[in-house]
Nanobody
Framework: EVQLVESGGGLVQPGGSLRLSCAAS????????IGWFRQAPGKEREVVSC????????YYAVSAQGRFIISSDNAKNTVYLQMNSLKPEDTAVYYC???????????????????WGPGAQVTVSS
């Protein structure tokens, strides 16, 4: 059974940092990409970042560039999203998702992803 579970969300002050983890099981990790997406209240879900797990190619949304870092520990089947310099507009539910790859680059579109975690709330507020 495929499972993705996010952890590490919470409440942080503006300018602070959080590290999200996505623990994966039930599929061949290296054959996939993991994407991080988020959805704020009243807004559409949007991509934050993604990584192809074999080639380690990455993509960042403009809003994440220079502040967020995606990484993976393939031995632990876990992907991380280090979020720095957090802003109130980063407040959202963050989801990780898995996409079977036919190339070396991850796809930054949510409709391409096959499996999703339940999400983790990130709230940036003073």
């Amino acid at each position: 059974e495929v499972q993705l579970v996010e952890s590490g969300g919470g409440l942080v002050q503006p300018g602070g940092s959080l590290r999200l983890s996505c623990a994966a099981s039930g599929f061949s990790f290296d054959d996939y990409a993991i994407g991080w997406f988020r959805q704020a209240p009243g807004k559409e879900r949007e991509v934050v970042s993604c990584m192809s797990l074999r080639a380690k190619n990455t993509y960042y949304a403009v809003s994440a560039q220079g502040r967020f870092i995606i990484s993976s520990d393939n031995a632990k089947n876990t992907v991380y999203l280090q979020m720095n310099s957090l802003k109130p507009e980063d407040t959202a539910v963050y989801y990780c998702a898995a996409d079977y790859l036919y190339s070396t680059n991850c796809i930054p579109w949510d409709y391409d992803y096959d499996y999703w975690g339940p999400g983790a709330q990130v709230t940036v507020s003073s």
